[in-house]
């Protein structure tokens, strides 16, 4: 009898326990369901300004893009920026390495972090061309992430204007 009632109990303690909900696990945003740098990418790429500024590169600066590019490609997302942060320190007025940023911080899913940075970029960049696409793309792309259709919109009209187009030559 006594044998019995201890089978008892322990079948009600596992049922018990069996019962209890899983602890609450840290959720992170699911990736969205296309690539959103190539899609900032790419608008800079379609965005052909009759201006486009393009600044002279220091070469440190220049080696240092170069090698966060191969981390990014390689998923080092976190040694990618870290050697952006170091151009930054040689070139601190460049909103193209700030725009990069960005794109990194979007490939780590930091979206707050990727717009405040393509904001950043936005303002000190040349308002035009291909820059400007990447930055407003970068701001469409986040306010999408965050639900504010508002917001994605007047991103989109914003980069409407990056577009400056050159005289008509007939």
């Not at 007025?93 to 490939?107: C, F, G, H, K």
Request: proline share 7%; net charge neutral.
């Amino acid at each position: 009898m006594l044998r019995l009632r201890y089978c008892a109990i322990t079948a009600a303690a596992l049922v018990a326990a069996c019962s209890q909900p899983a602890p609450p696990q840290a959720t992170r945003p699911s990736p969205p369901a296309y690539d959103i740098v190539a899609q900032i990418r790419a608008a800079g790429e379609r965005e052909k300004s009759a201006i486009e500024v393009a600044p002279l590169r220091d070469p440190g600066v220049q080696g240092l893009e170069k090698a966060a590019m191969d981390d990014e490609r390689a998923g080092k997302y976190d040694d990618a920026d870290a050697k952006l942060q170091q151009a930054l320190k040689l070139a601190p007025e460049a909103p193209e390495l700030i725009q990069d940023r960005a794109e990194i911080a979007v490939r780590k899913q930091d979206f707050a972090s990727a717009e405040k940075l393509a904001k950043q970029s936005f303002e000190m960049g040349p308002k035009s061309g291909s820059l400007c696409a990447r930055n407003q793309q970068t701001i469409y792309e986040m306010r999408m992430q965050a639900g504010d259709q508002a917001g994605a919109m007047a991103a989109r009209t914003e980069l409407g204007k990056c577009h400056i187009a050159g005289p008509n030559r007939f």
